[in-house]
């Protein structure tokens, strides 16, 4: 079997999701002749015609918009935004109409579109490629989010997120397009709302979703080297959110970490956190803890290495556990 | 026989640029005082029945906003965008266009609605406040009335589109305001409609003013239909309370947008006589003199006058029409003085297809309140 990018699945997700059902359109900014600036819609336009795949105006309200109309006169839009901050100029369009349009109609006008926003940093991106923006979206009522982090994710999540009758922000993460696994394709996964531990572990859980997945194994290896047995789940889908595989991870293990790329401040690991501790109070031994990005503006690419949380910091918080129940004074100072 | 002269569905092929750009004056078939005016527009005009017909709805219209203003002030809406003054571009935007062809409303098109068959009890749902939209969209053809501005005008673009490559000839017909256009989406909706040839109508209903802001402030175009030409938008300014001119620019338009030649554009000089809203004091940015001026040109006593003359209305004809009103009015009255009922956990019925399991979770907590009040 030859390794499959995640790049490679997202494309044969999208190639296969418009062989099926002749409803389904993609269209954006440079997705036509040129495939796309990372190659996802590679092809589709030469195997299906510009009809079925084709570029538009450089307006991202525009394109968002537009797909509404689509989707409520009977197709499938999968409409691609170039970079995260790119899609900025959507937001209205994401948040007062593609988010609320079945609540606003009483389920009158669903809207079975996907938003692909391939987002978050670590690929030395100038200002405005890096954003992880995921947090705005979850946000919102109404989408569902959903960040895959293994190549076999990417192309179930991708082709579960054409067919949902319900608006997805598709975030694909940048830095792992290019992650090689040996899959069969057409794969299918676990569905929306249900989150996978990718490692079984005894002493704590390490919650993370999208790129911070790799990250969070790659530490939980090195932990174990330190007499962690760390588990690692993978939430996949943060709307649908499963509170249940993550509730009984931490019930077992007693300790909780989580990790995201993006700032920390009212970030979705604020919401994992509170939730964990609202859910398994009694069988915590230790606070909640979230490793993430800085509250800063995302930094220039010679900087971005020390604003992306690391192997280093995870094990650094993995430290502040009270393993051997001594209090963590880091919090001791007035600001906390 | 009309003379058809520069009709609308020829422009196209005229050559050059020229050929988008609007009439240098709005096109007017009757004066204000509801007499035809000496040099008739080159665009066919709409038959005395169907002139009837609009007189009809605007009368209906007409006493539905009055009506829909008292239910305000005795706080049975939370607010009313009165359509007042504006009951040319309304009506005539719905008489232009086929039923199945697809409105896309703002929040003051209530008039519009109202026209097109639609409850008014359902239309005037999102205002009372028991519902975001009160109709079937589907059922009715017709999107839910729109707030945040313009961004409607995309999705009346994406639903053309949509309808063409489906195979039919279909055309929507996207309302904005004046204020509108000066919004992102107004012109990413004329571009993108230009691009892909969508079969879509914009009727910018110019009223003069943005809540208190004139138009000065949001153009220095020569008109707001001179927006057209900058994305290949064939465009016309028309007379917006002259029913007459409204209904064949608007009916040229259409036809236009069916036969596959893609966009129009049209902005309607109108004039808002009430206030933004029933929370609104236009006192504060306009003077009544202004006001009383566009009282003058009252669009259904133009039409009122153009029939009579025509010897297509009759004292009879008009009492039953106001009679039509009235009763019309009567019954919203009786059924909007009733409490709607409403299930509070209907909160969670229409998030997404099926509730996700934190929703279901927290209707349960709300249904746990509900049965704590009821002890």
Not at chain 1, 202 to 207: A, C
């Amino acid at each position: 079997m030859a390794p499959t990018t995640m790049a490679q699945a997202l494309n044969a997700a999208l190639r296969d999701a418009m062989h099926d059902d002749d409803s389904v359109v993609v269209f954006g900014e440079d997705v036509g002749a040129l495939g796309g600036v990372f190659r996802i819609t590679d092809g589709l336009t030469h195997k299906f015609g510009d009809e079925r795949c084709f570029d538009t105006p450089l307006a991202e309200s525009g394109i968002v918009g537009f797909a509404v109309g689509m989707a409520i006169g009977g197709f499938r839009p999968v409409v691609e935004m170039q970079f995260d901050a790119f899609a900025y100029p959507a937001f209205e369009q994401i948040a007062s109409h593609v988010a609320k349009l079945r609540n606003r109609t009483r389920g009158r006008l669903g809207l079975p579109m996907v938003i692909r926003i391939p987002y978050a940093g670590g690929i030395g991106g100038v200002e405005h490629h890096c954003d992880s923006s995921e947090a705005y979206y979850a946000h919102t009522p109404g989408l569902k989010v959903v960040t895959p982090s293994t190549v076999a994710d990417a192309y179930s999540l991708l082709r579960e997120a054409v067919e949902d009758p319900d608006p997805v922000v598709f975030l694909e993460p940048k830095k792992l397009y290019w992650t090689k696994s040996e899959v069969d394709l057409p794969a299918r996964a676990e569905p929306f709302g249900r989150a996978v531990v990718r490692r079984p572990g005894r002493d704590v859980t390490l919650v993370a979703y999208g790129p911070s997945v790799p990250v969070a194994l790659e530490a939980a290896d090195a932990a174990a080297g330190e007499g962690w047995d760390v588990e690692v789940v993978d939430l996949r889908t943060i709307v649908p959110f499963d509170d249940a595989t993550v509730a009984d991870s931490v019930r077992r293990t007693g300790r909780c970490v989580v990790v995201q790329e993006a700032a920390g401040f009212a970030g979705v690991g604020a919401e994992v956190a509170a939730r964990v501790q609202e859910r398994c109070f009694h069988s915590l031994h230790a606070p909640v803890l979230r490793v993430s990005g800085f509250d800063v503006p995302y930094p220039p690419p010679m900087l971005e290495h020390h604003h992306l949380p690391g192997v280093d910091r995870i094990l650094d918080t993995l430290d502040r556990l009270q393993r051997d129940d001594e209090p963590d004074t880091r919090f001791a100072g007035g600001a906390a | 026989m009309v003379r058809k002269g520069r009709a609308m569905t020829q422009r196209r092929q005229d050559s050059g640029p020229d050929a988008l750009l609007p009439s240098r004056e709005p096109v007017r078939f009757l004066t204000e005082a509801g007499t035809a005016v000496r040099a008739r527009p080159a665009y066919p005009v709409p038959d005395l029945d169907l002139l009837r017909l609009a007189y009809g709805k605007m009368v209906v219209g007409r006493r539905f906003d009055e009506q829909a203003t008292a239910l305000t002030k005795q706080g049975r809406l939370a607010v009313y965008p009165s359509s007042h003054g504006q009951e040319a571009c309304q009506v005539g935007a719905v008489l232009a266009v086929e039923d199945d062809d697809w409105l896309f409303p703002t929040y003051r098109e209530s008039v519009a609605l109202v026209t097109r068959g639609i409850d008014p009890v359902e239309v005037l749902s999102l205002l009372r406040g028991d519902s975001h939209c009160g109709y079937d969209p589907r059922r009715h053809h017709v999107a839910p009335q729109c707030t945040p501005l313009a961004t409607q005008t995309l999705h009346a673009t994406g639903l053309a589109y949509a309808r063409r490559r489906q195979g039919t000839d279909r055309v929507t017909l996207a309302f904005t305001g004046d204020g509108a256009t000066s919004e992102g989406d107004f012109h990413e909706a004329l571009n993108f409609a230009a691009v892909f040839r969508a079969p879509v109508v914009f009727l910018v209903q110019n009223n003069g003013y943005a809540i208190s802001v004139p138009l000065s402030r949001q153009t220095a175009a020569p008109s707001l239909a001179y927006k057209g030409i900058g994305y290949g938008v064939p465009a016309e300014q028309v007379d917006g309370n002259d029913p007459v001119a409204v209904l064949a620019v608007l009916s040229a338009a259409v036809r236009h947008a069916r036969s596959g030649a893609g966009p129009f554009l049209v902005e309607a000089h109108t004039y808002r006589m009430q206030a933004h809203t029933n929370a609104d004091d236009a006192t504060r940015y306009r003077a009544e003199g202004e006001v009383e001026l566009w009282r003058k040109r009252d669009p259904i006593a133009r039409l009122e006058a153009y029939l009579r003359k025509r010897g297509a209305l009759t004292d009879g004809d008009v009492a039953a029409v106001a009679a039509e009103a009235e009763q019309f009015a009567t019954a919203l009255r009786a059924r909007m003085n009733t409490d709607p009922s409403l299930d509070p956990t209907d909160l969670f019925a229409h998030v997404y297809g099926e509730p996700t399991p934190q929703l279901r979770e927290q209707r349960a907590g709300l249904e746990t309140e509900l049965a704590a009040e009821v002890r």
